[in-house]
């Protein structure tokens, strides 16, 4: 398989080592590198460098964010390293070493989870499948139950037999349009207690309003930050 972000002739180099009380894993290449006015932001959701988005291939811009919850999640810390454009890149992962005396859950290192945060039974609905597909990753590693649909009359059917605490609605939906899925959600038996989250590009004010119109509780833009989406979660009632 062809890289990327690397060009014929370049190189990728592979290290692990032991210091101390981590396990270090560099990847590091001699590719189209990255602007150091974006190494501070390239870990969040959706986030991309200009110069590669041609290099992409529709992605998304979620792997990386991604990777730093699975690595958080483990109790470890991932950091992005660049000289600039053309510079080449280096992806530096550090994760604790797991004492042989101890299990897994025994590691003190390793970050608290939610804690008394509930478990939601949540529903992604978004026509873009990879966005929902990671999504659901994401949500998922925080411990809740997940579901997808990718239109709005799919949503619904899934709503009906999934019975969902909360719905991640995009708006702009073929079949039925998220504002059409809330109104129907609401007039639904079980729809009165469902926290209904709209996420979609649409950020204006006259957005936000036609949302809540709709019975939505909450308006969230794109790209979304998973931290404070969990934050949403653990925080809002669905009693």
Known sequence: MRPKYTDPGGQIHLSVQRQESEVVISVRDTGIGIPA?????????????????????????????????LVELHGGAIEA??????????????????????????????????????????????????????????????GHQVQTAHDGLAALEAAAAFWPDVILLDIGLPRLNGYEVAREVRQQPWGGQVILIAVTGWGQEEDKRRALEA???????????????AKLLATSSDS
């Open 37 to 69: 006015q974006h190494l501070p932001r390239l870990f969040e959701m959706f986030s991309q460098v200009n110069p590669a988005l041609e290099r992409t291939q529709g992605g998304l811009g979620i792997g990386l964010a991604l990777a730093r919850r």
């Open 215 to 229: 019975g939505c509780d909450y308006h969230l833009t794109k790209p979304i930050d998973p931290d404070g989406l």
């Open 81 to 142: 390293r660049s000289a600039g454009a053309g510079m080449g890149s280096e992806f530096v992962v550090k994760l604790p070493v797991a004492d042989p005396g101890r299990g897994a859950t025994e590691m003190t290192d390793a970050p608290e989870q939610s804690g008394g945060a509930p478990k939601r039974r949540i529903l992604i609905v978004d026509d873009n499948r990879d966005a929902a597909a990671s999504m659901a990753m994401i949500l998922e590693l925080m």
